[in-house]
């Protein structure tokens, strides 16, 4: 019985825990079909299709989404590159600072948001710099580019440099190394990194508020529309943005694992 139990706990604490981490997703996605009346949308009455037929029905909401998806892509895929630069100095070699820029990466994701966002904004109102596209976009990259240097660290780790040593020996010079040896093999976390990030960038609000000035983006028109009333097209939004991104990921996760299979690592 104990045996029984034993084995159980562990799948039941994982559904638990599925369970609770995507119910607001799982809402969000119900409520986006919800018949309602009113200006709130927070009690189910009815199914209808009315707010997918018309997602774009809110004019101020495809223009905010579309202000977050061009920052979310520019800000994670500048971040992305300053940060696997950094993280292949970091893995390979040794030089004065080091260590300091170890700890000052870390400063990003351990201050709170409050105190980046202000401080940016005290920053940037400084140097004279009016709050606009410029100086969210600046404020975004800031903070992504530790979560990437993180996240492509980790994948270099165990990285076998004979693969480049062997390259070079049959005459291929350092940029073409890089490009045909270092960078296929590093991509998965590459790619992770900028996904990561571009998710970062989409759902930020904090930073976003202190550096916005009068951009706005989506989390920012959700956090003003909540006073007055959250359309349900924000939910359709969501769920598209959710479907969208969790499709990605699945053919992601398909297409590395094929390519394992076909270099027989699995």
């Known amino acids: 019985m104990m045996r029984t139990i034993k084995r159980l706990l562990l799948p039941t604490y994982l559904g638990f825990g599925l369970l609770y981490l995507f119910l607001p997703v799982l809402v969000v996605i119900l409520f986006s079909f919800n018949d309602y009346q009113g200006r709130f949308n927070v009690r189910w009455q009815g199914f209808t299709l009315e707010h997918w037929l018309d997602p774009f029905r809110v004019e101020e909401i495809p223009q905010a989404l579309g202000v977050s998806i061009v920052l979310a892509a520019v800000s994670s895929g500048i971040a992305t590159i300053i940060g696997t630069l950094i993280a292949l100095a970091l893995t390979r070699y040794r030089f004065k600072g080091r260590s ?12 709170p948001e409050v105190v980046l966002g202000s401080s940016l904004l005290g920053l940037f109102v400084a140097m004279g710099t009016g709050a606009g596209f410029l100086t969210l976009l600046l404020a975004h990259i800031l903070f992504i580019i530790s979560y990437a240097v993180a996240t492509i660290r980790a994948r270099m780790v165990g990285f076998d440099r004979h693969l480049e040593e062997a390259a070079m020996d049959l005459y ?6 890089f490009r045909k040896v270092t ?3 590093i991509l998965p976390g590459v790619f992770a990194a900028f996904l990561l990030g571009f998710a970062l960038s989409l759902d930020d609000f904090v930073v976003s508020n202190f550096t916005a000035g009068t951009i706005q983006t989506y989390p920012l028109y959700v956090w003003g529309a909540a006073r007055r009333g959250i359309p349900a097209q924000v939910n359709v939004w969501g769920t598209v943005i959710f479907v969208v991104t969790v499709t990605v990921m699945l053919l992601f996760l398909g ?10 690592l699995t």
């Not at 291929?172 to 190394?177: I, P, Q, S, V």
């Open 172 to 177: 291929a010079n350092e940029w073409d190394t």
């Open 183 to 185: 960078l296929p093999m």
């Open 255 to 264: 297409a590395q694992r094929r390519r394992q299979q076909r270099l027989g």
């Open 100 to 111: 300091a820029t170890n700890v000052l990466l870390f400063f990003p994701m351990a201050t």
